[in-house]
């Protein structure tokens, strides 16, 4: 038995003295270092008393120390748990509690009040800071820099992720070795990547974009990575002449464009630049390709499943859509009533199936039961419909959709008219308790920068393109929508914040 996760992500690179990671002072580790580094830090986990399927949360900064804790779980056979930075200590406890952590790595500012949830849940707490100090290293400094990998089988869990958990409790998305490597697999195909790829990587690690699609496809490749902390916009500058790829998520591309030094001079040399993980906007589709001459590459995944389509590497990158289905992924649209597909154009339930969808939720039958049909489709719980072009459209999440006097109304569609609006910059469109309708839409504006809206032409203007009872009651503007740390936008907070707008209670 081997472990292919491991074998194939990190194993394939023993010995090699080619550079892994490029850091901003200028300091490069090769992938021997990187791997050594892993080594120690599983020698660790053995020493201590871990054994492979135990769970290991993590709630650190980024940084190669951080990324070799990843690999040194992959190889000890270790579930790697990835936690959110902005997680409060209450908020963490569920986490641990549920996913039945044995061991928590955290900063060193949390570590008195993990040390003492560990303690009444019988784990273990070591530290690892953001520039690699804490005691997870300083103990791992002294374990040796080869580790017998431990065996596992394709099927093994490899993560544990909780997804947002916007209604209702988190659900902890059990992803496989299989699940994870053949989607990196995929995308390596996919996207043209190579060894000779440099990945500008300014994304989070604990999330689905930065760990298991930008880290394990340049793995795969045998690429190497510009890793950077967080996105700077000044430092991302300065470091894309070195880079030949970028993933980032909508807000990377608005900053850089907001930015007269992002110029076609400065991209020439890139060949693929990669959003995800919320959707974007078509003018900012637009505007970087009149400033680069290149056309932002758009997909659609999520927790569960990692990437289920693409825009084509070559061909027609459609602005408002998430391009086709992947190899090896199916992808139907249904009626979210009794899961019948629909025909051809229908908006519907998003459902895929293939080798990237996850296992089911931890410790969760009745909801996996509910999601993950017999037959291995996945009910997404996103709503989108399939052109005669065969390219993918997402128009909202099923739990936004909104029903007003028995109309359907889909948010996506009064957002397009809204962000062709003079003045604004971006919409959100959400329903809110109305006491004749059930339910009504409420339009939420961004202006431009030094722009006031016109609300009543804006209005007159929708009744134009949309049906009256898809119009807004109301348009209220905004400065900034709340965002989760991916650029999402959050609507169930938008509409806790206007829950009483029409009904005054």
């Known amino acids: ?28 580790i090769t992938h021997t270092d990187f791997l050594a580094i892993a080594a120690r830090i599983a020698s660790l986990t053995a020493l201590i008393g871990l054994k492979a399927g135990d769970r290991v949360a993590v709630q650190v900064q980024k940084s190669p120390e951080a990324l070799a804790l990843y690999a040194a779980c992959v ?51 070591e530290t690892l800071n953001g520039d690699g100090s804490g005691s997870l290293m300083a103990k791992a400094a002294s374990m040796p ?40 697999r995929t995308l390596v195909e996919e996207w043209r990547f190579t060894a000779n790829d440099v990945l500008l990587h300014a994304l989070p690690i604990f999330h689905t974009h930065g760990l298991f699609v930008a880290t394990n496809v340049t793995l795969i490749a045998g690429g190497s990575m510009i890793f950077l902390p967080k996105f700077d916009t000044d430092e991302v500058i300065d470091l894309l002449p070195e880079a030949t790829t970028l993933m980032g998520v909508p807000t990377f591309y608005t900053r850089l464009l907001s930015d007269a030094r992002f110029t076609r001079d400065l991209t020439q040399h890139m ?3 990669v959003s995800g993980s919320a959707p974007l906007l078509a003018e900012t589709h637009v505007q970087f390709e009149d400033r680069t001459g290149h056309r932002i590459l758009e997909r659609y995944g999520m927790t569960e499943t990692n990437m289920n389509t693409s825009n084509p590497y070559d061909g027609d990158r459609r602005a408002g859509t998430v391009g086709f289905p992947l190899p090896g992924v199916e992808l139907k649209i249904t009626n979210p009533e009794n899961g019948e597909p629909l025909p051809e154009g229908e908006i519907g339930q998003i459902e895929v199936r293939g080798a990237n969808v996850f296992k089911g939720y931890w410790h969760m039958p009745e909801k996996t039961a509910a999601e993950l049909r017999e037959d291995g489709f996945f009910i997404t719980g996103d709503l989108g419909k399939v052109d ?6 997402i128009v909202g999440r099923n739990k936004d959709l909104i029903i007003s006097g028995g109309y359907n109304i889909y948010p ?19 329903g809110v308790p ?54 999402k936008v959050q609507k169930n907070i938008l509409r806790d914040q206007f829950d009483t707008l029409f009904t005054g209670t």
Request: charged fraction near 20%; glycine fraction near 8%; hydrophobic fraction near 40%.
């Open 75 to 125: 190889q000890a056979g270790l579930i790697f748990l990835p936690l959110n930075t902005a997680y409060t200590v209450d908020e963490l406890t569920y986490f641990i509690e549920n996913s039945g952590a044995a061991l928590i790595v955290c900063d060193g500012a949390n570590h008195e009040k993990l040390a003492t949830l560990a303690s009444r849940l019988g784990a273990q707490v």
């Open 388 to 393: 005669p072009d065969g390219y993918v459209h």
């Open 145 to 184: 820099k080869d580790f017998a990998t431990v065996d596992r089988k394709s099927d093994d869990l490899a993560a544990l992720l909780y997804t947002s958990g916007t209604t209702g409790r988190s659900k902890g998305a059990m992803l496989t070795q299989d699940n994870l490597l053949s989607n990196a």
């Open 1 to 28: 038995m081997a472990n292919p996760l491991y074998d194939e992500l990190f194993g394939i690179h023993a010995g090699q003295l080619t550079p892994f990671l490029h850091l901003p002072d200028g300091t490069i």
């Open 271 to 273: 060949r693929l630049s």
């Open 412 to 430: 996506k569609e009064i957002e397009l008219v809204l962000d062709e609006q003079p003045g604004v910059a971006e919409s959100a469109v959400i």
């Open 434 to 487: 109305h006491p004749d309708f059930g339910e009504t839409v409420l339009g939420v504006i961004i202006p431009q920068a030094d722009q006031s809206p016109d609300l009543d032409g804006i209005l007159d203007a929708l009744s134009q393109s949309l049906a009256k009872f898809k119009l807004p009651r109301k348009l209220v503007v905004m400065q900034d929508l709340p965002r989760n740390t991916m650029g």
